[in-house]
């Protein structure tokens, strides 16, 4: 890679790590990109050379915390442990990161962005599938849970109780008290 190439790599990432902290902290919707610009001390035609819209710099921001969560996901169902270090290590992973976002950024992908909300919440049901399944086929191999109960019974049921109680409202009370 020439060193243009890891400048523009390094401006790109620079921008991208604001709008995650940004629109976690303080929601999409109100940020504009000429904030965006001012705060990172630069010219918004930089930014367009990178993302052409709002809307594209959030397309990417999802993209990029979808991917980064299935490979801390992945890396943790890899490891050596235990299944329930694992599960212990996927749930502390997930609380730490809805911890991370306030609840505009829930708010704003829900109201302003319902597609890409729906593509979000497609990606975190099929992930919590995919790994509770994995998690439950090692617990029955490790002894920690019956064989005689059909994974699918077990994940769909957990995955049901899950989505009922995320809830980013009813959590944020939660996390509150």
């Known amino acids: ?3 243009i190439e890891v400048q523009q ?7 991208l790590n604001y709008a995650i902290n940004k629109f976690h902290a303080e929601g999409f919707y109100k940020t504009s990109m000429d904030e965006i610009a001012k705060d990172l001390q630069m010219s918004k035609k930089t930014i367009y050379k990178y993302f052409q819209s709002k809307e594209g710099l959030l397309e990417t921001v999802a993209g990029w915390l979808m991917d ?8 943790i169902l890899s490891s050596g442990d235990n299944v329930v270090v694992k599960f212990l290590k996927v749930i502390n992973m997930y609380n730490s990161k809805v911890l991370k976002c306030s609840e505009k950024w829930f708010t704003d992908l829900q109201v302003h962005a319902p597609k890409l909300w729906q593509r979000i919440d497609e990606f975190r049901t099929s992930r919590i599938y995919h790994v509770l399944s994995e998690l439950v086929s090692e617990g029955k191999k490790e002894g920690y849970i019956n064989e005689e ?3 699918c019974v077990i994940v769909t049921s957990y995955n049901s109780t899950i989505k009922s109680m995320v809830n980013y409202q009813f959590l944020y009370e939660i996390i509150s008290q």
């Open 1 to 3: 890679m020439s060193e």
């Open 9 to 15: 790599s390094e401006e790109r990432d620079r921008i």
């Open 68 to 75: 980064e969560s299935k490979k801390h996901i992945d890396s």
């Open 149 to 151: 109960i059909p994974t």
